[in-house]
Structures are given as C-alpha cells and as structure tokens.
C-alpha cells in the first residue's frame, strides 16, 4: 500500500470516527431529554412549565443544531398536553384569572363563531427558547409566527391577496431548496407550507376562486402564476400555464385535475 493510499484510509477513517462520535452525541442529549418528558403527566398544566425547564437544563451549552431537534420534542409535548388536559371550555372562555394561568403556561384561548379551543402561544415560547436556536430555525419560527397572526384562509376564504399568496410561496420555496441542504429538522413541514400556498393559488379555495363567472381565468390569477414561475416551481407553474393556454384561459378538466 502506498503512502498515499494509506493517508487516504487514516483521513476517511477519522471521518467515520468523527461523524458517529458527533451523531452519537446528539443522540445522548435528544434521549436524555425524551426520556424526561415521558414521564410528565401530559394531562397537567404544570407539566409545560417543567418541560420547558427540562429543555434548558438539557441543551444548556449544546450546539444549536441538536437544540432545534430537543425544540420539536418539546412542541410535539405541548400539542400532546392540549389534546389531554380538561380545559374547561367554553365555561371558563373570559374568566381572567383562569386566561392568565393559561398565559404564565404559554398557552392562549382561541375563539370564534364555530369553536373555543385552547392554542400554544408560539412567540411565547419562541423567544423564551430563543438564545438556544439555530439561525435557520429562528428565521423559519418568525416567518411561521408572522404569517399565523397575518392569516391565510378564513372558513373556505382567501384573506390574503394573491401577491401576498405568491410571496409566500416564492419565500417557502427558497426555504425550501435550503433546509435541504441544511438538513433542516423541520424540512418537511417546510414543504407543507410551500405545497399548501401552491395549492391555493392553483386550484383557489371554494370562495376565492380561480375563474370568473364566465370560466375563464382570472387576470390577478395570471399575473400570479406568471410571477410564481421560477426556482424549483417553474416546471410545475409552466405546466399548468401550458394547460390553460391549451383550453384558452378557460376552465377545463386538465386544468381542474392537474397533478404535479
């Protein structure tokens, strides 16, 4: 064996070395942390407060990376708490006392017409884990956050305008294309979000729709999907655009069943 070839094997050997060495540290402090939120009572209040508490005293110190793994952990625990503890409601909806024990939780009442249900307040724990967070993950929770207080669909509505719903779709996009190459915990949520704005400015929504009364295509429509034609979407735009020049701008079955 060569010298050459040799050092060749040493260096991949180091690689391999280091990369398990590094997995299998992050896996220490992701177990550790699980390990302890299962054994909280998912169905008690005070069980947020100490998980949240557990999360620092687990990833004190730890690279931000892991931290957006033990983030998900703790999300994914708050979601589960909600579905099991008995808040209540509607009867304590606009007691003061019982809102503000919510609030000190992290948590908020959400009501409208249809329903009262209790919600994590996101910018709440956002900022209080917020030191602990990777730069990417930080930028995906404030863009999150921003566009669930701006809104997107009320009942079967559009509340944004279409360049506002192109922005997005262009910004997940892009988001998109990084998380994968930044291996992002996140990743697939991350195609959620962009799959379901495009979705909405292909198909519309059943009261925002996409044709005028006459089945043909709307202009603010066209200048959308026009605008949205371009990264990793453009094939998927083209396509569509190509199938409505086919049926001229007017609604037809392969414009109305188009797959990508």
């Known amino acids: 064996m060569t010298y050459l070839c040799a050092m060749k094997k040493i260096i991949s050997l180091f690689f391999v070395i280091f990369f398990s060495v590094s997995l299998f540290s992050q896996s220490v402090y992701l177990q550790k942390y699980y390990a302890g939120l299962v054994i909280l009572p998912s169905n008690e209040l005070l069980s947020i407060a100490k998980a949240q508490a557990l999360y620092f005293r687990t990833f004190d110190g730890v690279a931000p990376a892991i931290c957006d793994s033990g983030y998900v952990l703790f999300e994914d625990f708050i979601i589960d708490a909600i579905d099991n503890i ?5 009867a304590k909806a606009h007691d003061e006392a019982y809102i503000n024990k919510l609030k000190l939780a992290g948590l ?4 409208n017409k249809n329903f009262v249900t209790v919600m994590p307040d996101m910018d709440y724990f956002f900022y209080g884990f917020y030191s602990y967070l990777s730069p990417f993950m930080k930028q995906y929770m404030e863009r999150v956050n921003t566009e669930n207080r701006n809104g997107f669909i009320s009942g079967d509505s559009l509340i944004i305008s279409r ?3 192109v922005s997005r779709l ?3 996009d892009d988001f998109y294309t990084s998380s994968l190459q930044q291996r992002f915990v996140l990743t697939d949520e991350v195609l959620s979000r962009r799959s379901r704005y495009l ?3 292909i198909f519309g929504e059943p009261n925002s729709p996409v044709y005028n009364a006459d089945g043909t295509v709307r ?3 066209r200048d959308a999907l026009k605008k949205a034609s371009r990264g990793s979407l453009k094939q998927i735009i083209d396509g569509y655009l190509q199938i409505l020049e086919s049926c001229n701008f007017t ?3 392969k414009a109305v069943f188009y797959t990508w």
Request: a negative charge; aromatic letters at 12%.
């Open 199 to 201: 979705e909405a400015l």
């Open 163 to 165: 360049r506002e719903l």
């Open 108 to 111: 908020k009442i959400v009501e």
């Open 219 to 221: 202009q603010d429509v």
């Open 86 to 90: 008995d808040f209540d409601l509607p």
């Open 170 to 172: 262009i910004f997940w």
């Open 251 to 253: 609604k037809c079955d």
